[in-house]
């Protein structure tokens, strides 16, 4: 059973930085695709970031150029770095994997079968 934590989510001004973590309770990367979602209240969750087994990435139109996702596979964790960050990105940010052989690189939820607890991030106008 794989357990993800996130952690480094907080309250940032606007134009600020965060770097959220999801440490992984196994070896995963190597055989799970990973990503971000977040989720505002009363809204859908929404695909932030993703990365395969083979490094490639894909990110959400809203966050490119922005926010860049990573993995240190000795630490099993992994992270996303949130740069010029805007009050539209306030949200609960949740670290994902998938054990499917292949996912959509439009992050469709039930694609995704484990789900962190969540960290919120809030940016200030």
């Known amino acids: 059973q794989v357990q993800l934590a996130e952690s480094g989510g907080g309250s940032v001004q606007a134009g600020g930085s965060l770097r959220l973590s999801c440490a992984a309770s196994i070896s995963i990367f190597g055989t799970y695709v990973t990503g971000w979602f977040r989720q505002v209240p009363g809204k859908a969750r929404e695909g932030v970031a993703l990365?395969?087994?083979?490094?490639?990435?894909s990110y959400a139109d809203s966050v490119k150029d922005r926010f860049t996702i990573s993995r240190d596979n000795a630490k099993n964790t992994l992270y996303l770095q949130m740069n010029s960050l805007k009050p539209e990105d306030t949200a609960m940010y949740y670290c994902?994997?998938?054990?499917?052989?292949?996912?959509?690189?439009?992050?469709?939820?039930?694609?995704?079968?484990?789900w962190g607890q969540g960290t919120q991030v809030t940016v200030s106008s």
């Open positions: 990365i395969t087994r083979a490094d490639i990435t």
């Open positions: 994902v994997a998938s054990s499917r052989g292949r996912v959509s690189f439009r992050m469709i939820p039930y694609e995704w079968n484990y």
